[in-house]
C-alpha cells in the first residue's frame, strides 16, 4: 500500500509556471506506474500524464503535450509535473495516483491509490 500527498498547487497568471510535487510514503514505491488527473469544478476528473516504473517513458494526453512534464524519483519516493505556459483552462484540482499494474492507464479507475488533490488557478 502506498500514501500520496500532493503539493505545489497555487495561483499564477497565464503563461506561468508550476510544479506540483507528490510524496509518496509506503514500501516500493517504484514498483507503482505513477500518474498525474485533473478535476475542474462540475467536470470529470481527466487524465494528463503517466510515467513508468523506471521513469524512462512519460504519456500526456494532447492538451497537455509540450506543456507539461511528468517525472520521478524513485530514491526520494516522489513524482512530479511541472507546468510550464499554464493556461486558464488548465485550473483544476490535480491528483496524483499510483498504479500496480505495469501498464501506464489513462483511465482513473485503473489506479489504485490516489493522494487528496491540490488546487491550481490560473488566472487570465
Known amino acids: 500500500q502506498v500514501q500520496l500527498v500532493e503539493s505545489g498547487g497555487g495561483l499564477v497568471q497565464a503563461g506561468g509556471s508550476l510544479r506540483l510535487s507528490c510524496a509518496a510514503s509506503?514500501?516500493?514505491?517504484?514498483?507503482?506506474?505513477m500518474g498525474w488527473f485533473r478535476q475542474a469544478p462540475g467536470k470529470q476528473r481527466d487524465f494528463v500524464a503517466h510515467i513508468t516504473r523506471s521513469g524512462g517513458f512519460a504519456y500526456y494526453a494532447d492538451s497537455v503535450k509540450g506543456r507539461f512534464a511528468i517525472s520521478r524519483n524513485n530514491a526520494k519516493n516522489a513524482v512530479y509535473l511541472q507546468m510550464n505556459s499554464l493556461k486558464p483552462e488548465d485550473t483544476a484540482v490535480y491528483y496524483c495516483?499510483?498504479?500496480?499494474?505495469?501498464?501506464?492507464?489513462?483511465?482513473?479507475?485503473?489506479?489504485?491509490?490516489w493522494g487528496q488533490g491540490t488546487q491550481v488557478t490560473v488566472s487570465s
Open positions: 509506503g514500501r516500493s514505491f517504484g514498483t507503482y506506474r
Open positions: 495516483a499510483a498504479r500496480t499494474d505495469a501498464e501506464g492507464s489513462v483511465y482513473d479507475h485503473a489506479y489504485d491509490y
